[in-house]
């Protein structure tokens, strides 16, 4: 295998995995593709073929859905591989938590282990 094709192999699978966490994202906030087409002014084919990883996603486009959907660009490029691996709740969640003070996050996560508790009591 060239060098070239192993470069083009990569690079489909790259965006299959950028497309991927774009369509995860527009559906936990209940978007249509309709909706996003139109926000980024293409047609909604083409974010067809962007979720599905057959469309290259151009910078402002994806600096545009990263707004939208309430992420970083990191996020789904996969630099920032810590929150890529989180559901976007969680890491939607994360980012909102960052902001809030030592004492209002050791108390959220006092909240976190009774729900967690709750939850393992409720299915046990």
Do not use: C
Request: proline share 2%.
């Amino acid at each position: 295998m060239t060098s070239a094709t192993m470069e083009h192999e990569t690079d489909v699978v790259e965006r299959r995995r950028l497309g991927d966490r774009l369509k995860e994202a527009r559906k936990y906030l209940g978007l249509r593709q309709e909706e996003v087409a139109a926000y980024l002014k293409i047609p909604r084919t083409a974010l067809t073929e962007i979720e599905n990883g057959n469309r290259r996603v151009e910078a402002i486009e994806l600096t545009r859905l990263a707004r939208l959907y309430r992420q970083q660009v990191s996020y789904f490029t996969g630099e920032d591989e810590g929150s890529s691996n989180l559901p976007p709740d969680v890491a939607h969640l994360a980012r909102k938590v960052a902001d809030l003070s030592v004492a209002d996050r050791e108390e959220l996560s006092r909240f976190a282990e009774y729900l967690r508790a709750r939850s393992a009591v409720d299915h046990g």
